[in-house]
């Protein structure tokens, strides 16, 4: 496992997503310990695409900051079972992947961040088998292997997006499991909380419940949803917008005790009612805090470009709160 270097707060990692991220990643260099950088995608032959922008390695290099290279199943549609299927499966595919991986690896990177989602339920076990055998390859070369997870708060093999992941086998495997405790609710559902404290408490106690808090990185969001009820759609919002729809619509802000979370409701200037959860410093605050208590080995923020610098104050808030 990694050593986290002293930092002001402990080992803050944060998603790098293409040029939005630039100017927070250069303001917030010095509270940044480490940067998962998503620039790169994985395809069913095990090939990889994708090249990281020089500003991440320039600002990594002169502030020591650590930068793992995240690698999604993923094409310009979403994340792609497919491609999961064909690497998981003993092969050319999968023996390229894994070579293709520790060869990205020991380009400057601390490790790989493996972002596979919409892994079938049914491949369970050959997830849980490449893992032992992209963290060997890795291991091998000095590097470490951070698995992007689903949030769950009990293990159901059965369940057809959550149960290709065996968090007691994988937190024996992998350096960190990345808990993706964000989406709780999005616009494919009902409003409702994004990242709400019960339930992220429930995720996060599930993981260290079966696997080393040592090895555990709580996600946390710096974003919201806005539902538009009439269409039922909606659309996320970046937590340093927040401000603007409350000021225009003058919206009242309201705090749901049950999850910790802020929201407000509106009309918008086509008559449809719409409702906003978000995160508000005191909810980021309060999730900073059950991290530190819970000693979760960090906090793992979607995505830089979205917060400012007060959701960083924020967080340290709540790391100090729990000292």
């Known amino acids: 496992m990694v050593t986290p270097r002293p930092v002001r707060l402990p080992w803050p990692i944060t998603t790098y997503h293409g040029a939005r991220s630039n100017a927070s990643l250069e303001a917030e260099a010095t ?7 998503d620039e790169f995608t994985m395809n069913a032959k095990g090939g990889i695409k994708g090249t990281l922008p020089p500003i991440v390695f320039q600002v990594a290099n002169q502030n ?22 064909a690497v998981l499966t003993p092969g050319k595919a999968q023996t390229a992947a894994v070579k293709n991986l520790a060869t990205l690896a020991t380009q400057g990177y601390t490790g790989i961040n493996l972002d596979f989602e919409a892994v079938p339920n049914t491949y369970r076990a050959q997830y849980t088998a490449f893992a032992q055998v992209l963290a060997a390859s890795l291991h091998g070369e000095g590097k470490v292997l951070m698995l992007s997870l689903p949030a769950i708060s009990v293990d159901d093999p059965t369940d057809p997006y959550t149960g290709a992941y065996d968090y007691a086998a994988l937190g024996a495997i992998a350096d960190t499991l990345q ?7 999005g616009p494919w559902g009902p409003p409702g909380p994004v990242a709400g404290l019960d339930w992220v408490t429930a995720c996060i106690g599930y993981a260290e419940s079966v696997a080393p808090a040592s090895r555990i990185s709580m996600g946390m969001p710096a974003y919201g949803y806005d539902w538009n009820l009439t269409a039922g ?3 996320s919002v970046d937590y340093a917008a927040i401000p603007k729809p409350i000021a225009k619509t003058g919206a009242v802000p309201q705090w749901d005790a049950a999850s910790s979370s802020p929201w407000f409701s509106y009309t918008a200037s086509d008559a449809s009612p719409h409702i906003v959860w978000y995160e508000n410093a005191e909810s980021i605050t309060l999730k900073a805090t059950y991290a530190a208590q819970a000693a979760a080995a960090s906090v793992y923020v979607w995505v830089l470009g979205a ?4 959701y960083w104050q924020a967080i340290m808030a709540g790391f100090t709160a729990a000292e």
């Open 179 to 185: 808990v993706m405790t964000y989406d709780e609710n």
């Open 64 to 85: 020591n900051i650590g930068v793992l290279a995240v690698v999604a199943n993923a094409t310009h549609a979403g994340f792609n079972p497919a491609i999961a299927e």
């Open 31 to 37: 509270t940044l310990a480490t940067v998962a950088a």
């Open 307 to 310: 917060e400012n610098p007060a």
């Open 233 to 235: 759609t909606g659309t």
